[in-house]
């Protein structure tokens, strides 16, 4: 029936109907605290290698690592996989 407005996208066709469930997969596959995981970015995953980078930024406790250190974390399997259905669909 056309209500006159457009349909919402099909869920069925994607990986994740949310942010939630990736986010929970990378932190529990990964051990990233919550900020870590809140301020990654893309550019700090290595799909060839398998490995995310944390980068250590200052004080501040909601960015970066907490100990303000860079550090490199391997990705296992799973977490590789939710990383790279998530790209695709975004």
């Known amino acids: 029936m056309n209500r006159g407005y ?3 996208p099909d869920i069925s066709i994607s990986s994740y109907s949310d942010h939630l469930g990736p986010m929970v997969l990378l932190a529990l596959n990964t051990g990233l605290r ?4 809140f301020n990654l970015k893309w ?3 290595d799909f060839i290698i398998n490995t995310l980078t944390v980068v250590g930024v200052g004080n ?6 907490k ?3 860079t550090r490199i974390i391997p ?3 799973e977490a590789s996989t939710v990383l790279k259905k998530w790209r695709n669909q975004i």
């Open 6 to 8: 457009p349909l919402l």
């Open 60 to 65: 501040n406790k909601d960015e970066g690592s």
């Open 34 to 37: 919550r900020g870590e995981l």
């Open 43 to 45: 550019s700090e995953i």
């Open 67 to 69: 100990s303000g250190q």
């Open 75 to 77: 990705l296992n399997s």
